[in-house]
């Protein structure tokens, strides 16, 4: 069962744009929810996170939008630039749970051409 | 400081044999995570420990065990390979493996059966 969706699998956008990942989670018992950045042969790299209590977070050109009540969140990368270009992934854990389990997404391959 | 190391970077291993992954976590970490990484199933969660104790478990076959060591270093070890544990195998280390504590993930050993 994935517990986390993630859509789309990879987009393509021109420098300056925005790319929208979007997310949704089943497990009401989520709480916490980071974005990782992934560049080939690299580990993941956590780029932002964010707590059902609050509707959006903001960090330079990257934000994150939350919807409690559809159980969605999604990231949207402003002014996107080729160094962006990385795979993405969604996750989802719990606070209280024990030991840090993250549930990943899909992931999407994000592609920002020049 | 120094990141999460991890070795060996590449294995090969024939169906049937056993092999032994190692994670040192960045120091002063005392959690540990890891994770498979795989085209067709994405990241998923194996284990985590925490002070020598394993405090989660994902949904994986007896063949994969691990453990912790009273230096933080952990092992991750698959008896009787199979050709469908080629993968990625990600560690990550945090200060406490909570939920809402970042976890910084190596660089992975790249495992290929044949």
């Known amino acids: 069962q994935q517990q986390v969706k993630q859509s789309p699998q990879s987009l393509i956008v021109q420098k300056g744009g925005i790319s929208i990942i979007n997310c949704a989670y089943e497990?009401?018992?989520?709480?916490?929810f980071p974005w990782y950045q992934q560049f080939p042969g690299k580990g993941p790299a956590l780029l932002i996170a964010i707590r059902p209590d609050v509707s959006e977070k903001k960090e330079g050109r990257f934000t994150i939008s939350f919807n409690k009540s559809a159980k969605q969140f999604s990231l949207h990368i402003m002014d996107s630039q080729p160094g962006d270009s990385a795979t993405y992934f969604c996750?989802?854990?719990?606070?209280?749970?024990?030991?840090?389990?993250?549930?990943f997404g899909g992931g999407t391959r994000v592609l920002v051409k020049p | 400081k120094a990141g999460v190391t991890q070795t060996p970077r590449y294995l090969i291993k024939t169906r049937g044999q056993q092999v032994t992954l190692s994670c040192s976590p960045i120091?002063?970490?005392?959690?540990v995570s890891w994770y498979q990484q795989t085209p067709g199933q994405g990241l998923q969660f194996l284990f985590e420990?925490?002070?020598?104790?394993?405090?989660n478990k994902g949904n994986f076959p007896g063949r994969f065990s691990g453990r912790q060591f009273s230096n933080s270093r952990s092992e991750m070890n698959v008896s009787t390979l199979e050709l469908g544990d080629s993968a990625l195998y990600l560690c990550?280390?945090?200060?406490?493996?909570?939920?809402?504590?970042?976890?910084?993930f190596g660089q992975g050993t790249r495992l290929t059966v044949v």
């Open positions: 420990y925490f002070s020598e104790t394993q405090r």
């Open positions: 497990n009401t018992a989520f709480d916490y």
């Open positions: 990550a280390s945090s200060v406490t493996g909570n939920a809402n504590t970042e976890a910084f």
């Open positions: 996750a989802a854990s719990m606070l209280n749970g024990a030991g840090n389990k993250l549930t």
């Open positions: 120091s002063g970490h005392r959690s």
